[in-house]
């Protein structure tokens, strides 16, 4: 079993900054990638941003140029620093994370989630 834990999340005024953490732990053998997944009331869960152990990263057009992921892969952490946040940037942000457990199982798992709320 894999445990992602979330913290970070809140509220904050438009064009404020929040900075999300997600920590893993557990079973791990090897974690591949790491990412932050959003869902918006009445929305479907898009992904926000993503970085693989190689340091690869891909984010959603949305964000680009204003959230930064970063990892700790020794703390098998994973960083969202949001800038400039907007109104449409409120949702329940995910953490997830895929690899390989002890044992060689693969795995895929989600964080519980943490609110983000952008507004005045």
């Known amino acids: 079993q894999v445990q992602l834990v979330e913290s970070g999340g809140g509220l904050v005024q438009p064009g404020g900054s929040l900075r999300l953490s997600c920590a893993a732990s557990?079973?791990?053998?090897?974690?591949?990638?790491m990412g932050w997944y959003r869902q918006a009331p009445g929305k479907q869960r898009e992904l926000v941003a993503a970085?693989?152990?190689?340091?690869?990263?891909n984010y959603a057009d949305s964000v680009k140029g204003r959230f930064t992921i970063s990892r700790d892969n020794a703390k098998n952490t994973v960083y969202l620093q949001m800038n400039s946040l907007k109104p449409e940037d409120t949702a329940v942000y995910y953490c997830n994370a895929e690899g390989l457990r002890l044992g060689g199982h693969g795995f895929r798992d989600w964080g519980q989630g943490t609110q983000v709320t952008v507004s005045s």
């Open positions: 557990g079973s791990i053998f090897k974690i591949n990638a």
């Open positions: 970085e693989t152990s190689g340091g690869s990263t």
